[in-house]
């Protein structure tokens, strides 16, 4: 079933994905692989690391991008405060963006949106400003509209970012306490109006208590087929 044009997308559990273009080109977003909920093999799973992208500064979704970013080069895209603790940790290639930016990478275009969450950086006991929290928009070269919320509640420019970038498939945190949680989450989806939602950012620990089946429940009618609930380490195209 090609319900995503080409595209490959990869689970990792919490908020981590790996997208695969068309073109053979691999996105991961916020990796944490090594997280409670995380396949044992997904680090070692990956043979290649395109480009990264980073919403925020918490530890949850910075997550192994040093570690990573050590291994395959890749480059790595994060709000700029985010980008200079990268840069300072040892990662090369960093491009430091802000909302409402974009760059191009091969045939695909990543922007920076809003997210209405925190961003602080905590390294060693240190608190360091990361800039603000941030969702990422990834065209990709067929036209492909992926959408990863970062982490996020409920904020009126989430109509406008569904008017404007159009997403087709939208990942969406579902936990709760630091997030959106099914209910609200549901309502997100009524102004993004995507094709398809993948929820993140559920299970990981106890205190995420959102459940993707609640969020199904919460869902209008018309969405409730579009919901595709992954375990992590799953690929659906
Ligand atoms: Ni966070
Ligand atoms: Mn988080």
């Known amino acids: 079933m090609e319900r995503f044009d080409g595209i490959k997308v990869t689970w990792f559990g919490h908020s981590a994905f790996k997208l695969q273009s068309p073109n053979g080109k691999v996105i991961l977003i ?7 909920k995380a396949p ?10 395109d480009l990264v992208l980073v919403t925020h500064g918490h530890g949850d979704h910075i997550g192994d991008t040093v570690s990573i970013a050590r291994k395959f080069n890749p480059i790595v895209a994060a709000i700029y405060e985010v980008g200079n603790y990268l840069s300072s940790k040892g990662v090369s290639n960093v491009i430091g963006m802000n909302i409402g930016g974009s760059f191009d990478f091969e045939y695909i275009r ?12 905590i390294d060693g006991g240190r608190s360091i400003p990361g800039g603000n929290p941030a969702g990422f928009i990834i065209k990709f070269e067929n ?12 904020f009126g420019g989430l109509k406008l970012i569904g008017e404007f970038y159009k997403p087709d498939l939208v990942l969406i945190p579902i936990g709760s306490l630091f997030t959106l949680g099914p209910e609200n989450a549901a309502y997100a989806v009524k102004l ?12 990981t620990f106890p205190a995420l208590t959102g459940k993707p089946e609640e969020f199904r429940n919460q869902l209008d009618d018309k969405y409730k ?13």
Request: net charge negative; no cysteine; proline share 8%.
């Open 192 to 203: 993004l109006d995507p094709e398809w939602i993948i929820p993140m950012h559920y299970e």
């Open 40 to 49: 044992k093999d997904a680090l070692s799973s990956l043979d290649r690391v």
């Open 225 to 237: 087929d579009r919901l595709i609930v992954l375990n992590p380490g799953e690929t659906v195209s």
């Open 143 to 154: 036209g492909f509209v992926v959408y990863h919320m970062g982490d996020t509640g409920l």
């Open 30 to 36: 916020d990796p944490w692989l090594s997280h409670p």
């Open 110 to 121: 990543v922007t920076m949106v809003e997210a209405s969450h925190s961003s602080t950086i």
